[in-house]
């Protein structure tokens, strides 16, 4: 089994700038990705970007890219997501995710585990 524990989220302007932290903890593989999706009241839940945790090869969604970063410290088991230039579309549950790879983690279908979630609300 894996756990995987959010924080960073808040209340944030919009322009600024958070970061989340993802820890994940129980039995690992040899290989594995790692992604961030997001859910807005009202929406489906949506890819945002994912790492392959050897491979350290990013992608993102459109609606990120150029504002979002996605990292990982393999010592702390710790995936990152940096977020800058924020607006009020970007209001949503984020939520931490793994997969078998960063092909097949982007799609619902393709995460094997979950965290719980944690909000960010980005008032204009």
């Known amino acids: 089994q894996v756990q995987l524990v959010e924080s960073g989220g808040g209340l944030v302007l919009a322009g600024g700038s958070l970061r989340l932290s993802c820890a994940a903890s129980?039995?690992?593989?040899?290989?594995?990705?790692m992604a961030w999706f997001r859910q807005a009241p009202g929406k489906e839940r949506e890819f945002v970007a994912c790492?392959?945790?050897?491979?350290?090869?990013?992608y993102y969604a459109d609606s990120v890219k150029g504002r979002f970063t996605i990292s990982r410290d393999k010592a702390k088991n710790t995936v990152y997501l940096q977020m800058n230039s924020l607006s009020p579309e970007d209001t949503a549950g984020y939520y931490c995710?793994?997969?078998?790879?960063?092909?097949?983690?982007?799609?619902?279908?393709?995460?094997?585990?979950w965290g719980q979630g944690t909000q960010v609300t980005v008032s204009s």
């Open positions: 995710a793994r997969g078998s790879n960063i092909v097949t983690v982007r799609a619902l279908s393709g995460v094997d585990y």
């Open positions: 129980g039995r690992t593989f040899s290989t594995y990705a």
């Open positions: 790492i392959g945790w050897t491979s350290g090869i990013t």
